[in-house]
């Protein structure tokens, strides 16, 4: 007999939780439907989503990458500290944005030789690198920070144009670069490889798949979203630095495990990780509209991903039999003799 509890399944629980959400910003700033708040939320988590994309793919292999921030830091540092010192065209541009890809590219590289091949926790590899990353940020700009300064130019025209005069074009990369790790994990090889790979590797292996390659590859395909995320950031703000995009690895983390994301490995999806980061965005917009103390919007994040991680957890169990059903378990207790 099939479950008639529609909570059951993984989207009407999510729609439940977008609702309850809705009704209380109804009741409390009904300003939060408005046409240019809703523009505001995209795009407060256009730069974080863009990197939730790629992090989607190394958390499926049951990696983790600690240093997106640093490495948007690093890499936009790289480009636009390349583009002022040559003439700020969009010719040095080029270059430069082909100097912070070659940057991205060896950051995942490392980071995928050390998890796949070195076997070394991702958590503190990518922690070690974070810190070396900001470090040699910090050292290129002398402690200091870097403008943009020719409006003119390719490079801001990057986050500051609109697709059809209405869409902003960080959201336009966001959307566009979730269709593309989407389409590449529901209808390529790669993907169903990557989702091989992180639900057990030695079966993977054992049919033919060379785990510690799409590892890599994971990574470095991770870092490359990093770099775009940094290069879109500094278009948008017009300045880098070596703290930018500091702390978003908290945000991204949030997405992914609200979105369903497991951080074991295997499971998870590029709707979820939209749904997750649009979620976070909503909440923390809430804070704001609310008047809420926005010192506790840490604090909410933290509570939130640690209910997510519980709730996936639990859900995983359960699909996987692990946890039996309410009447199952009564049906199979032993019962009392008179």
């Known amino acids: 007999m099939k479950n008639k ?45 863009t990197m939730c994309c790629g992090m989607l793919l190394c958390m499926l292999t ?11 830091a690093f890499t936009s540092v790289v480009c636009l500290w390349y583009y002022n010192g040559h003439g700020m065209t969009d010719g040095a541009f080029v270059v430069g ?6 940057c991205a590219v060896l950051v995942g590289i490392l980071h995928g030789v050390c998890d796949a091949y070195l076997l070394l926790p991702s958590f503190v590899v990518t922690l070690a690198t974070s810190k070396l990353l900001y470090g040699l940020a910090s050292a290129l700009l002398k402690g200091s920070f870097i403008h ?28 566009a670069s979730a269709v593309v790790v989407g389409l590449i994990l529901a209808l390529t ?17 054992l049919v033919g798949i060379k785990s510690r390659i799409f590892r890599v590859g994971c990574y470095v395909i991770c870092s490359l979203s990093a770099c775009l995320g940094g290069i879109v950031l500094t278009s948008m703000n017009y300045i880098t630095s070596a703290t930018t995009a500091q702390g978003y690895e908290m945000m991204i983390m949030l997405a992914l495990v609200v979105g369903g994301a497991d951080i074991m490995g295997g499971y998870g999806d590029i709707a979820g990780a939209v749904f997750g980061a649009l979620l976070a965005g909503i909440v923390e917009n809430m804070i704001v509209m609310l008047n809420i103390n926005t010192n506790y919007s840490k ?37 009392k003799e008179a």
């Open 5 to 49: 509890n529609i909570f059951a399944n993984v989207w009407a629980q999510r729609g439940l939780i977008l609702a309850v959400l809705l009704i209380i910003m109804l009741i409390g700033n009904r300003s939060f439907f408005s046409l240019g708040n809703l523009r505001t939320i995209l795009m407060s988590i256009a730069i974080y989503g």
């Open 62 to 72: 049951g990696g983790i990458d600690l240093a997106m921030g640093s490495t948007a």
């Open 97 to 102: 944005l082909l100097l912070a890809i070659g």
């Open 148 to 175: 943009l300064t020719n409006t003119d130019g390719f490079f801001y025209k990057i986050a500051n144009t609109k697709l059809f005069g209405a869409i902003p074009m960080p959201i336009v990369i966001f959307l």
């Open 189 to 205: 090889v790669f993907g169903r490889r990557v989702y091989a790979v992180g639900a057990n590797r030695a079966a993977a292996e």
């Open 299 to 335: 604090a909410v994040q933290g509570v939130i991903i640690v209910l997510a991680v519980a709730f996936n957890v639990y859900n995983n169990r359960k699909s996987a039999g692990l946890i039996a059903p309410r009447k199952k378990r009564a049906a199979a207790a032993p019962k």
